[in-house]
């Protein structure tokens, strides 16, 4: 890069951008070669454009010894230049062990493991910032500590770097059921957080909701997940303080295709109109950003892992659940386990296709099950019949009370059909001793509604129709409202099962 500057007339602008990022990584890695070709290139630069007078703006004279600067401290500060000399028994050297050992400690855990009080360890803190063997960032209102790569050098050099030993505690994923008393839920939409803490026995301490700005990277998706978190903390007396953290795991849900092995959202189809959720890894970041256990799962597999440890499937080994929402999507429990599959896209029953020649779908396909009983398809069709305006389910059954009530009815009628032949298919697939379906009081509540009444007979009918042999006879199908608490909830129960193992 330095070699390629030497030989033009005028420096452009990117070359000093990719030379600063080299520079950085160099620095970072402690890459002593590196640092002292970029070092004497960019002297000799300065030697050509500035010393032999030849034609230079300010600023790139200014840019270039900006960068000289940069690579002399950053050799001074490489383990051969340092001027560090650590007793193994001080508190400094104790620090800096600590935290290549455990990256993320904040200050207050150091000052206890130091014995020292917070202030000296914000005084040690400083002092390896400057050497450039710590560095300092801010997780979830407190400093997070970690090494740097010339810091590892040191400890390396001078025999400090402590071996690989088990820890004095479990981690948080292996923590026994007793360590854990309180569960944090939060479900995800893309412009709103909704979230819930629960005890150990499911009662509800706390509740809250966040109105969600758009989101532009993944760190700032978990700092605001990370703060409703503290909020939602502080609402409940109990939990709120050091001594909740170590009790407390932390459940996100989320409308999307999730490897919850991962921790991270694989698709979120329905999440682009507002926040890009899609490729976002949340429960490693999320944990360490809360210091809390965290599970990330979808929302209908949230659901069902509800179900299976407090609600209607619980004592049954194999169950479903099905959430009919903005999309259509399964949480399937088979040998008392949820399922998965290979890559966390287990139970998207809403991209089967039972319309081959039907509408778009939001994942691209067409005639997918969500893309004709989703409550965003059901109002799109009854628009493209009626010409109305109408934006959202509530819209649509108010229509009912019109003249144009037979074309809500056919429209309700053809969803529900829709979601029988899905409903069939899962059956067929899983065997299930019970189902609990999900979603809009006015689509799934017959007792409450003449539209849900007609809804779920169509749902019913098609399913008895359907389904093979004696499974459809077997199975029995619960109804149940569906709102962001409900998922919210649901998200803290699963965080209890999975976390607890119960």
């Known amino acids: 890069m330095v070699d390629a500057m030497k030989s033009e007339k005028e420096i452009p602008e990117g070359r000093f951008t990719a030379l600063g990022m080299l520079i950085t990584d160099a620095s970072l890695a402690a890459d002593e070669p590196a640092l002292e070709a970029a070092h004497n290139g ?151 957080l909704t979230g819930a803490v629960i005890d150990a026995s499911g009662t509800t301490l706390a509740r809250a909701d966040h109105e969600l700005e758009a989101v532009e990277s993944e760190r700032e998706a978990v700092t605001v997940l990370a703060d409703f978190v503290a909020e939602l903390m502080d609402r409940a007396p109990a939990v709120g303080g050091k001594a909740g953290v170590h009790r407390t795991g932390l459940g996100i849900e989320i409308g999307a295709h999730v490897s919850a092995d991962r921790g991270e959202v694989v698709k979120a189809p329905n999440y682009a109109a507002g926040v890009g959720w899609s490729g976002l890894t949340l429960a490693a970041p999320l944990r360490e950003a809360t210091g809390l256990p965290t599970i990330l799962e979808n929302d209908a597999n949230a659901l069902a892992l509800a179900e299976a440890a407090l609600g209607e499937t619980r004592g049954h080994r194999h169950s ?87 074309q809500v009815e056919d429209v309700l009628e053809h969803a529900g059909a829709a979601l029988g032949t899905g409903l069939s298919a899962l059956v067929n697939f899983t065997d299930p001793e019970r189902i609990v379906l999900y979603g809009p009081p006015g689509l799934v509540c017959p007792d409450d509604s003449d539209s849900a009444a007609l809804f779920m007979a169509k749902v019913q009918e098609t399913v008895t129709s359907q389904v093979f042999s004696t499974e459809g006879k077997a199975v029995t199908l619960t109804t149940k409202p569906y709102g962001d608490a409900s998922g919210a909830r649901a998200a803290a129960v699963a965080a209890l099962r999975q976390l607890t193992r119960k």
């Open 320 to 406: 479903a659940v099905v959430l009919l929402d903005h999309g259509v999507g399964a949480g399937i429990v088979a040998d008392g386990r949820i399922l998965h599959g290979a890559t966390g896209a287990a139970g998207e029953i809403g991209h089967v296709v039972v319309e081959p020649d039907g509408p778009q779908c939001s994942c691209g396909n067409r005639g997918c099950l969500e893309s004709v009983v989703g409550v965003d398809a059901i109002a799109r069709r009854v628009r493209e019949l009626t010409a109305l305006p109408v934006r959202d389910l509530d819209a649509v059954l108010a229509l009912l009370s019109t003249a144009w009530s037979k």
């Open 42 to 192: 960019l002297r000799w630069l300065y030697g050509r454009y500035v010393r032999d007078g030849a034609d230079i703006r300010a600023e790139q004279r200014g840019r270039l010894l900006g960068l000289i600067d940069v690579t002399y401290w950053s050799l001074r500060r490489l383990p051969s230049g340092l001027q560090l000399s650590l007793d193994p028994r001080s508190h400094a050297a104790r620090f800096l062990v600590e935290i290549a050992r455990e990256p993320g400690l904040n200050n207050e855990t150091l000052a206890e493991r130091l014995d020292v009080d917070v202030t000296e360890v914000s005084r040690i803190g400083r002092r390896m910032l400057a050497s450039g063997v710590a560095w300092r960032s801010r997780q979830w209102r407190h400093n997070s500590w970690d090494v740097t790569p010339r810091g590892m050098h040191y400890l390396e050099e001078t025999g400090l770097l402590p071996q690989p030993q088990e820890p004095a505690t479990p981690a948080p994923q292996d923590r026994e059921a007793r360590d854990l008393d309180y569960f944090v839920g939060v479900k995800v939409r893309p412009s709103r």
